[in-house]
């Protein structure tokens, strides 16, 4: 069945530095991505999303590039911050059109002052 | 204030008790989503609708029943609730069918003793 997954649990990286955030995806008909930010006890936060036709899109200090040859996502935070720790999830499209979203694991981000 | 607003935040009740969760919406999106988070799963979808009194089963309905009377109300209800039915609750919606990015609400963290 369809499934989207994340490579690494936990990502600890020092104030200042870039973040590489990767994510894995296994229907290759999908056609549309979504990066979601979740801080502690709230609700996700959508952060920026991709369609199939493009292989990167640039938002305010986040960039999120697509490869569909190897069905892989990633999301890249530049100068990371204290307040970008959180849990991010992948997302993509369900190829039934209804709607729905497939959520990855999530991968917990962890900023070192 | 408009968005998304989950009620209550926090539950606690006793197994076998009926529990109601409150989602309401001032976006007049087509699309609402009921999910539930637990540790090792992300977020798994257990209702959705794509307008009223249109609903569908998501990935783990099971002891879970839902109306959409109003386009802008999606409640949740647990028939009787069951210890493993402890989890925070998130609903989120979206506009049309073809955007689908979904804002999500604060969450209702519900404990079954």
């Known amino acids: 069945g369809e499934s989207v997954g994340l490579h690494l649990p936990t990502l600890s990286v020092q104030e200042g530095d870039n973040s590489i955030i990767n994510c894995a995806y296994s229907n290759s008909a999908s056609d549309y991505f979504i990066w979601y930010k979740q801080e502690s006890g709230k609700g996700p936060q959508f952060i920026i999303d991709i369609r199939s036709n493009m292989d990167k899109r640039q938002g305010q200090r986040v960039t999120v590039l697509l490869n569909k040859t190897v069905k892989h996502l990633s999301l890249q935070i530049a100068a990371t911050q204290p307040g970008d720790s959180a849990v991010y999830f992948c997302a ?9 979203l497939i ?6 981000l962890q900023v070192k002052p | 204030d408009a968005g998304i607003t989950q009620s209550p935040r926090y539950k606690i009740t006793e197994t076998g008790r009926q529990v109601t969760l409150m ?23 257990i209702y ?24 802008e109300n999606f409640p949740l209800t647990l028939e009787s609730a069951t210890r493993s039915q402890t989890s925070v609750y998130f609903c989120a919606s979206s506009g ?14 519900l404990t079954v003793t």
Not at chain 1, 103 to 108: A, I, P, S
Not at chain 2, 61 to 68: A, E, F, K, L
Not at chain 2, 97 to 102: D, I, M, T
């Open chain 1, 92 to 100: 993509e499209k369900s190829s039934s059109n209804t709607g729905k």
């Open chain 2, 48 to 71: 959705y609708s794509a307008a009223a009194d249109i609903t569908d089963k998501g990935e783990v309905p099971d002891g879970y029943v839902v109306s959409r009377s109003k386009t």
């Open chain 1, 103 to 108: 959520f990855g694991q999530g991968t917990t």
């Open chain 2, 23 to 45: 989602c309401h919406q001032t976006w007049s999106h087509s699309y609402m989503f009921w999910y539930r988070q637990d540790l090792g799963h992300g977020l798994r979808l």
């Open chain 2, 96 to 109: 049309h069918g073809w955007v689908y990015e979904q804002y999500f609400g604060p969450g209702t963290r």
